[in-house]
């Protein structure tokens, strides 16, 4: 309904009414300025207001972050409420991935070049910035890719690297363009989160689960003894967020 408080301004409800004109300016907690024409079929009056502020729009926090639902960019997502941009990206997730909140051009980017767009990466839940396609030919494969990654972060590089692991339809061939793609996973190839990226537990892992192994038989023997991912589950979702759909 539609209401005139003693102060004089109009309070809104969004559900029985609509908000029709210019709005001047917005601010917090949803307070807009100026309404030139409020209307609705349920209005308990209707007509033309100039000069009152409009309290409309949600008054809720559905995703329960303290912050309503109308002055926050991501309503039904507790950890992101902030988007300078407006590109669809959060701010956090944007500086976290090297990406420039307050550009909105970088939504279309593909850092990890796997022919997936930022804006794409985020809105499936995966990470802008590494994938485990390491030799580019867009499928993830335990005896191309599992085995790069391990042999990476074994210290090998050159002819040790990519001898007979790298797909024939591979779009990075050579030792040092697989070296980089290695490099940019970086911490992200901390699989099982304890702060160090390791050939025998996260490298294996990932060569596991490659291979298409999931629950115990991924983890038995390979977890890290000061691991912060240790459920099987908990590193299989962990592992999906570097496999965005190529």
Request: net charge negative; aromatic share 6%; hydrophobic share 35%.
């Amino acid at each position: 309904m539609l209401s005139i408080t003693d102060a004089g301004d109009v309070l809104l409800d969004t559900t029985d009414c609509q908000l029709e004109g210019t709005i001047s300016q917005t601010a917090t907690n949803n307070v807009m300025a100026l309404a030139t024409s409020i209307t609705g079929d349920n209005c308990a009056s209707a007509g033309q207001y100039t000069g009152f502020t409009v309290y409309g729009g949600s008054d809720t926090d559905d995703d329960g972050d303290s912050i309503l639902d109308g002055d926050d960019a991501f309503p039904n997502n507790a950890l992101y409420s902030i988007d300078s941009d407006s590109d669809g990206m959060p701010d956090a997730w944007e500086i976290r991935y090297g990406l420039d909140p307050n550009d909105a051009l970088d939504a279309t980017s593909d850092q990890d070049r796997d022919g997936v767009s930022a804006l794409e990466e985020f809105l499936a839940g995966t990470i802008p910035s590494g994938s485990l396609d390491i030799d580019g030919n867009g499928q993830y494969d335990a005896l191309t890719d599992g085995l790069l990654l391990l042999r990476g972060t074994f210290g090998l590089t050159d002819t040790s690297l990519i001898s007979g692991a790298v797909a024939n339809d591979a779009e990075y061939t050579k030792a040092e363009d697989v070296e980089s793609r290695i490099s940019l996973l970086g911490e992200l190839a901390d699989v099982d989160g304890n702060g160090s990226v390791d050939a025998l537990t996260d490298g294996l892992i990932v060569l596991r689960y490659l291979f298409g192994l999931t629950g115990d038989v991924l983890v038995e023997g390979v977890v890290a003894s000061d691991a912060t991912r240790i459920e099987a589950s908990d590193i299989e979702s962990y592992l999906e967020s570097l496999m965005p759909a190529l």
